[in-house]
């Protein structure tokens, strides 16, 4: 039968497909626009199938939210040409606006599936890599930050003692900065008690060793040697620390310290809730 140039493509259009495979589709199917549109599906999944291996070292992060809940998930694609890609940064937004919507909290088949018409479009493998949820509940102001690369997403939430300085728009600017902060510094802990004793105790025989190399340091009393370790260790640890660190826009005061002078200049006592932060590929 005779396929008209202007079916060929509207399937292209719809499907992403070459010309030639949209037409062979259409002669196949004897003209039938949505069984065509499934066949050219059906393989293009097979070839999903045969690209499933190739590595996926590029994408980006997205956050979806309301008053009540937040969705942060990331999306992986095999170039950055495609993750660039107009379509993919809409199907990003979408699959995180689907689950924040349905109250999906994991990657599903509904959410792989949206992700799934895409690569057979595109013709590259894609992958929702990992994707969680957070509920905000009526005493905790919401912030979030995407790096302008989105590598990186950050939320935070800041527990309020008075549930009405939740919208107060010093602790908002805070809760932002603290989103700001994490990007830029990429914390390894939130707080001290979060820290493995494991670690701490690796830390501690580095210092050690490093001390007796030291001419000036190895030979003095253990008590000082001791007070010189366990200088070193919190130091070290409020590099790492996210509440210990020098805080991002005022790096005299630690962000603890910045938080409790927030609160007490609006009137309340704040916490930090939750932090979550995604970094592409890690």
Do not use: W
């Amino acid at each position: 039968m005779e396929i008209k140039a202007s079916d060929v493509k509207a399937l292209r259009d719809i499907t992403g497909a070459g010309m030639m495979e949209c037409k062979k589709a259409l002669v196949e199917c004897n003209g039938d626009m949505a069984a065509a549109e499934k066949l050219l599906k059906e393989k293009g999944l097979a070839a999903l199938e045969k690209r499933a291996d190739r590595a996926t070292s590029e994408g980006k992060i997205f956050i979806a939210a309301n008053d009540k809940r937040a969705v942060i998930c990331e999306l992986t694609c095999e170039t950055d040409f495609v993750s660039k890609n107009t379509d993919f940064i809409e199907i990003g937004n979408n699959i995180s606006k689907t689950a924040l919507d349905k109250g999906y909290n994991e990657p599903n088949d509904v959410l792989n599936g949206m992700l799934t018409d895409l690569a057979t479009k595109i013709r590259e493998n894609m992958t929702l890599r990992r994707l969680e949820a957070v509920e905000i509940e009526n005493d905790m102001c919401f912030a979030q930050y995407v790096h302008s690369d989105g590598k990186t997403g950050v939320i935070t939430l800041i527990k309020t003692e008075n549930a009405e300085a939740r919208d107060n728009a010093e602790v908002k600017e805070f809760a932002k900065d603290c989103c700001l902060h994490i990007a830029a510094f990429l914390p390894t802990f939130i707080r001290k008690e979060d820290v493995d004793e494991k670690y701490i105790e690796e830390q501690k025989e580095i210092f050690v060793a490093r001390l007796e190399q030291d001419e000036k340091s190895k030979n003095k009393p253990e008590n000082v040697k001791a007070g010189i370790i366990n200088g070193q260790i919190n130091k070290h640890l409020a590099s790492i620390c996210f509440l210990e660190q020098p805080f991002v826009k005022d790096d005299k005061v630690s962000v603890a310290t910045k938080m409790e002078q927030v609160g007490k200049s609006v009137g309340t006592k704040l916490s930090l809730a939750k932090v979550i932060t995604y970094q592409l590929g890690v």
